[in-house]
């Protein structure tokens, strides 16, 4: 089982990347063969609008831009489970995330009768982590951590949400809510 594993903060060590390397011994421990990119270290934009994928013919959910991340959402299509983590800025995903989302589903989608061409099957968790508490997190940002999640829908598996809030406050580490959204 091949997992992925993104860290879509621009730091490499600190709340994101913490939970993201938790969640990689996780996945090693039960067998998992996993990749652990820092998203930061690609050089990448989002969706320069070519159109490439909606040739007649053209191979299907694959991103034909040449940078960093088209070889990346090759390996995604061709995972068992996606592991992406984000920590919260100005109540939104990072610009690397965004992008990451707007290539991964803009190549899986039919312009012809806007159905979804990916067939497979990828399994996704995400994690999320801000300084909110988890109270302004349950008034604020819930709303957005269950479009995050509905953004990856095209992946056809399940997905799951994983928050740490207050992780100023909690000077690190702090997951204060698993699972559901
Ligand atoms: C530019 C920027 C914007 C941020 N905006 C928010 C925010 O809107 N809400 C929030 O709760 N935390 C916000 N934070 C705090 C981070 O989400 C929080 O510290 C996160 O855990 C950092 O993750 P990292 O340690 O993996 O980089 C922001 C931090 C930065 C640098």
């Known amino acids: 089982m091949k997992t992925i594993i993104l860290n879509g903060s621009p730091r490499k060590n600190w709340n994101t990347a913490m939970m993201l390397k938790e969640a990689q011994k996780g996945a090693e421990s039960v067998g998992a063969e996993t990749e652990y990119v820092d998203l930061f270290d690609l050089t990448y934009t989002g969706c320069r609008s070519c ?22 959402i090759d390996r995604i299509f061709a995972a068992d489970a996606l592991i992406v983590g984000s920590p919260i800025y100005l109540g939104d995903i990072t610009s690397q995330v965004h992008g990451l989302i707007e290539r991964l589903h803009f190549c899986a989608l039919s312009y012809d009768n806007y159905e979804n061409y990916f067939k497979g099957k990828v399994n996704v968790g ?37 928050t740490a809030c207050d992780t100023l406050a909690g000077g690190g580490l702090q997951p204060v809510q698993h699972g559901g959204l």
């Open 51 to 72: 159109l490439l994928c909606k040739r007649k013919g053209a191979e299907r959910c694959r991103c034909f831009w040449k940078d960093d991340l088209s070889p990346l």
């Open 126 to 162: 995400i994690v999320l982590t801000m300084n909110a508490p988890k109270a302004f997190y349950n008034l604020s940002y819930r709303r957005k951590a269950k479009e995050i999640a509905q953004s990856f829908q095209g992946l056809n598996g399940t997905v799951e949400v994983c």
